[in-house]
């Protein structure tokens, strides 16, 4: 209602709390009373301040709520709301792109996707400015609580008269709405290209952090709106209790897609930790080839460095020229993870040497890549435990270290973090 005046005793540009609207008596156009408000209505296709569009209103010896468009206040006082008619007083409905404070906001767990927190909304900040009432902040803290049961005042005054200067009495806890994502179940109302950009910002590890604070059903919510690789991020970084709870709310297929997605050595140890049946279930609805490389991962011990590689590196011809080599780690960079050493192999896939990156970067185009690689100082064989693996990497200050075969193959590789994560995990 942009434009349309609202009588008021609160001043253009002012803040005010649900709790100060909340139960507020709502009068009709000659004054009489025609109920209390219970609710508001905001408009989600404005994420940072949505203004509300309706009043809930419910009427005396009704426990129905009626649903009054904004358009039609005409005075927020302190003491009530009043109202130019009634003739639009109707059975609570909401559209398409609202959400109600009351039933999906107010005393919920939201994701601030700013501190990357599960918080509380125990109360909320409306901004009144040019006749629209905007939501502008989520508050999250104790003393929106006290304000909530109508005991601010002399809760105040009594830790005022202890501790004037406590932190009570002056910090607000205060999210900004547009830093908010609702976590309310099955909700319809959220614009989801908005919440998917949000979300994805929200680094894998303190995603999984939200989630594992959230029910199920919140929890089914919110990673369901998560973008594909933000998701299979996430799952990396969640343990194995909270991998099966967000795995079970997805179909087999759609599981199966996200741990695809997923680094192989991470999603086989993901598979390893599922009971048997569940495990030949995902792999069943995976493509052949991602479905036979995690295969042959899982024949091996989670703690051995044939179930902790990843068979995904850059690995090229020794043949190559370096600048047939940089078009070719152009090629495979997409698909590879790390990407700090090059693995020289001959025409038998044995490892013959590494080169670093920045030294292939460094070289002359037509130089071979053979001459440049070196012998690794310390190679694994699949069967070498988590230790074996962190000894040789502190040892020759490595990043990466090779698996090769009996026969010198090379099968995949360990990198640093995944030694630091299985010998600093168990």
């Not at 909320?124 to 009432?133: K, P, W």
């Not at 590689?309 to 960079?333: C, D, F, W, Y």
């Not at 070289?363 to 693996?389: F, G, I, V």
């Amino acid at each position: 209602m942009a434009g349309k005046k609202v009588g008021t005793t609160r001043p253009d540009g002012s803040f005010l709390f649900f709790s100060e609207l909340i139960g507020l008596p709502v009068l009709g156009p000659r004054g009489e009373k025609l109920g209390r408000l219970v609710d508001l209505w905001i408009d989600t296709l404005d994420p940072a301040y949505p203004p509300v569009r309706a009043l809930g209103v419910r009427q005396p010896r009704k426990d129905q709520i009626q649903r009054l468009p904004w358009s039609e206040v005409v005075e927020l006082g302190q003491e009530h709301v009043r109202v130019r008619s009634t003739e639009l007083l109707q059975p609570a409905q909401r559209l398409p792109n609202e959400i109600s404070i009351a039933e999906e906001v107010i005393d919920r767990q939201l994701v601030d996707t700013n501190g990357a927190k599960v918080r509380r909304a125990n109360d909320l900040h409306f901004l009144f400015v040019r006749g629209e009432l905007r939501l502008a902040h989520v508050d999250v803290g104790l003393r929106a609580l006290v304000r909530r049961v109508g005991c601010q005042g002399w809760v105040d005054g009594a830790v005022r008269a202890v501790r004037p200067r406590a932190r009570y009495l002056k910090e607000e806890k205060f999210v900004r709405w547009k830093n908010v994502q609702t976590v309310a179940a099955g909700s319809p109302r959220l614009r989801l290209d908005v919440t998917r950009s949000t979300l994805a910002k929200i680094h894998p590890a303190d995603l999984a952090e939200i989630l594992a604070e959230l029910d199920h059903p919140q929890r089914a919510a919110l990673f369901g709106q998560l973008p594909k690789q933000t998701a299979a991020g996430t799952l990396e970084e969640a343990d194995s209790e909270l991998q099966r709870d967000l795995l079970s709310s997805l179909k087999a297929e759609s599981a199966a897609d996200l741990v695809e997605a997923m680094q192989p050595d991470e999603a086989a140890d993901l598979l390893g930790e599922l009971p048997e049946h569940e495990s030949a279930k995902l792999l069943a609805a995976m493509h052949r080839k991602e479905a036979s490389e995690l295969q042959q991962l899982l024949k091996y011990p989670q703690n051995a460095a044939g179930g902790m590689m990843t068979p995904h590196l850059l690995k090229l011809s020794g043949a190559s020229t370096v600048e047939r080599a940089l078009a070719e780690i152009r090629n495979q960079a997409s698909s590879v993870h790390y990407i700090h050493d090059v693995f020289v192999i001959d025409d038998q896939g044995k490892l013959v040497g590494c080169v670093a990156l920045r030294e292939v970067l460094l070289a002359e185009p037509t130089t071979p890549l053979s001459s440049l690689a070196k012998p690794h100082p310390a190679p694994l064989h699949p069967q070498d435990s988590a230790s074996r693996a962190a000894e040789l990497a502190a040892k020759y200050k490595l990043l990466s270290l090779p698996v090769q075969s009996e026969d010198g193959k090379l099968l995949g590789v360990v990198t640093v973090d995944d030694v630091l994560e299985h010998t600093l995990g168990g």
